[in-house]
């Protein structure tokens, strides 16, 4: 089992900044892979990002490669997301996630990942 907490979220102008945090506790985190998703009102949750559980590996969603970036640091049991040039349609509800099936692959797919944090809210105005 494993408990995860997001924290970073906000209103940001269109082109502003914002980076995600998401602390984990309970077991090992280096032996989950991570990732983030996104759900804007009225749509489905989407993958943003991933990273496998050293770091060696990382995905991204086309909408988001080349501005947002994900790291994680194995010896604080966090997992970030940097968001630059943010757009008023990366508005949405930013989750976390863990994946303990195939931690140093990392994954894109939603039903992959076991834990999840109860998302922070991230709104771009433009």
């Known amino acids: 089992q494993v408990q995860l907490v997001e924290s970073g979220g906000g209103l940001v102008q269109a082109g502003g900044s914002l980076r995600l945090s998401c602390a984990a506790s309970?077991?090992?985190?280096?032996?989950?892979?991570m990732g983030w998703f996104r759900q804007a009102p009225g749509k489905e949750r989407e993958f943003v990002a991933a990273?496998?559980?050293?770091?060696?590996?990382?995905y991204y969603a086309d909408s988001v490669k080349g501005r947002f970036t994900i790291s994680r640091d194995n010896a604080k049991n966090t997992v970030s997301l940097q968001m630059n040039s943010l757009k008023p349609e990366d508005t949405a509800v930013y989750y976390c996630?863990?994946?303990?099936?195939?931690?140093?692959?990392?994954?894109?797919?939603?039903?992959?990942?076991?834990?999840w944090g109860q998302g922070t809210q991230v709104t771009v105005s433009s």
């Open positions: 309970g077991r090992t985190f280096s032996t989950y892979a």
């Open positions: 990273i496998n559980w050293n770091g060696g590996s990382t």
């Open positions: 996630a863990a994946d303990h099936h195939t931690p140093w692959l990392g994954t894109t797919r939603e039903y992959e990942y076991d834990y």
